[in-house]
């Protein structure tokens, strides 16, 4: 199974990124798929996450201005992420989870002027 981020870098407060997800080894669309985050010296936080039936749920740090989804045809989730604060700064891991949880390397996403 891999899962493999990709899309992060430096950007400015207000400026939007999108992350990608590419999944291999599993049943892609009956897995659940999400997002979490580490920042430097904290643990690592729920972001959003996605359903095998397309239902969506946020942090509500970030609800409003993230939006997940998936492509089943190309084995992928997204993370599109608007309105960016320097709080957001971290690395982003993606999530697949059903009868087990894998997870991504990480990207790293820094948000600063």
């Known amino acids: 199974v891999q899962l493999v981020e990709s899309g992060g870098g430096l950007v400015q407060p207000g400026e939007s990124l999108r992350l990608s997800c590419a999944a291999s080894?599993?049943?892609?669309?009956?897995?659940?798929m999400g997002w979490f985050r580490q920042a430097p010296g904290e643990q690592r936080e729920f972001v959003a996450r996605?359903?095998?039936?397309?239902?969506?749920y946020y942090a509500s740090s970030v609800k409003g201005r993230f939006a997940i989804s998936r492509d089943n045809a190309k084995n992928t989730v997204y993370l599109q992420m608007n309105s960016l604060k320097p709080d957001d700064t971290a690395v982003y891991y993606c999530?697949?989870?059903?009868?087990?949880?894998?997870w991504g390397q990480g990207t790293q996403v820094t948000v600063s002027s």
């Open positions: 999530m697949g989870s059903k009868d087990a949880v894998y």
């Open positions: 080894g599993i049943i892609f669309e009956s897995y659940a």
């Open positions: 996605i359903t095998s039936g397309g239902n969506t």
